[in-house]
């Protein structure tokens, strides 16, 4: 009886070392900002987040690449990871999430901001990552019609020297419309803190609009500084 109390113990004092943990991390990350990056394929997100990392220095995190960085490494997480992937799984949101975490911890010494492209993809993740990382500043929503979409995610598929089986109009909607089901939760969940901006136009006048956003997330960061 006595040792299960001191195992329950240590398994507590354990889980507290790590929360405490998380929170200093995300107290750290705080200072930053963090903007995430919302959209549909094809929405031009990419394009806005090249011109964001020119403008502002801010590092780029996307959990695709996190994860295709990650297998190409070799380490027993790639590998496992490969695994999951190559058997048609989905990878855990723990594992995505851990990826992020060590990323951020990784750039946070010389980073100005972070803009975390393409997550969260529904709101359970959006809610885990403001607990175990830090809460986002912003979250822009660059939204696209769906034939919009369906259109640039076709002529893309055309251009591309390596065709794929998925790359038809019917599986694309398929996904869209799975996609924006799942967007529109985030939405209302964070509808204080995104910004939608018509991913129609220009580049450079969406760009605009990205801009002013940006800005007055570095100015509350600034003020809020002064003030502490």
Same mark, same amino acid.
């Given at each position: $009886?006595?040792? $299960? &109390?001191? !195992?329950?113990? $240590?398994? #507590?004092?354990?889980?507290? #070392?790590? #929360?405490?943990?998380?929170?200093?991390?995300?107290?750290?990350?705080? +200072?930053?900002?963090?903007?995430?990056?919302?959209?549909?394929?094809?929405?031009?997100?990419?394009? !806005?987040?090249?011109?964001? %990392?020119?403008?502002?220095?801010?590092?780029?995190?996307?959990?695709?690449?996190?994860?295709?960085?990650?297998?190409?490494?070799?380490?027993?997480?790639?590998?496992?990871? !490969?695994?999951?992937?190559?058997?048609?799984?989905? %990878?855990?949101?723990?594992? %995505?999430?851990?990826?992020?975490?060590?990323?951020?911890?990784?750039?946070?010494?010389?980073?100005?901001?972070?803009?975390?492209?393409?997550?969260?993809?529904?709101?359970?993740?959006?809610?885990?990552?403001?607990?175990? *990382?830090?809460?986002? +500043?912003?979250?822009?929503?660059?939204?696209?019609?769906? +034939?919009?979409?369906?259109?640039?995610?076709?002529?893309?598929?055309?251009?591309?020297? *390596?065709?794929?089986?998925?790359?038809?109009?019917?599986?694309?909607?398929?996904?869209?419309?799975?996609?924006?089901?799942?967007?529109?939760?985030?939405?209302?969940?964070?509808?204080?803190?995104?910004?939608?901006?018509?991913?129609?136009? +220009?580049?450079?006048?969406?760009?605009?609009? *990205?801009?002013?956003?940006?800005?007055? *997330?570095?100015?509350? #960061? !600034?003020?809020?500084?002064?003030? &502490?």
């Amino acid at each position: $009886m006595l040792f $299960m &109390c001191h !195992q329950m113990s $240590m398994k #507590k004092e354990a889980q507290e #070392k790590l #929360k405490a943990e998380e929170l200093r991390k995300a107290r750290a990350a705080s +200072d930053i900002p963090i903007i995430w990056i919302l959209g549909g394929p094809g929405c031009g997100k990419g394009t !806005q987040c090249a011109k964001i %990392v020119e403008k502002y220095g801010f590092t780029h995190l996307s959990t695709g690449d996190l994860l295709r960085n990650e297998v190409e490494s070799g380490s027993d997480k790639g590998r496992a990871l !490969q695994a999951v992937m190559a058997s048609g799984g989905l %990878v855990s949101n723990d594992e %995505v999430l851990s990826l992020l975490n060590d990323a951020i911890g990784r750039a946070r010494g010389g980073a100005k901001g972070f803009l975390i492209d393409g997550y969260p993809r529904e709101k359970n993740q959006g809610i885990a990552f403001e607990t175990r *990382v830090a809460p986002a +500043d912003l979250a822009l929503y660059f939204e696209c019609s769906e +034939d919009t979409m369906v259109k640039r995610i076709m002529a893309r598929a055309a251009a591309a020297a *390596v065709k794929r089986a998925d790359d038809n109009e019917a599986t694309i909607r398929s996904r869209l419309r799975t996609f924006a089901e799942n967007t529109h939760a985030i939405l209302e969940q964070y509808n204080d803190k995104t910004l939608t901006i018509n991913a129609e136009r +220009d580049v450079d006048d969406i760009f605009l609009e *990205v801009v002013q956003a940006i800005d007055c *997330v570095l100015r509350n #960061k !600034q003020k809020a500084a002064a003030l &502490c």
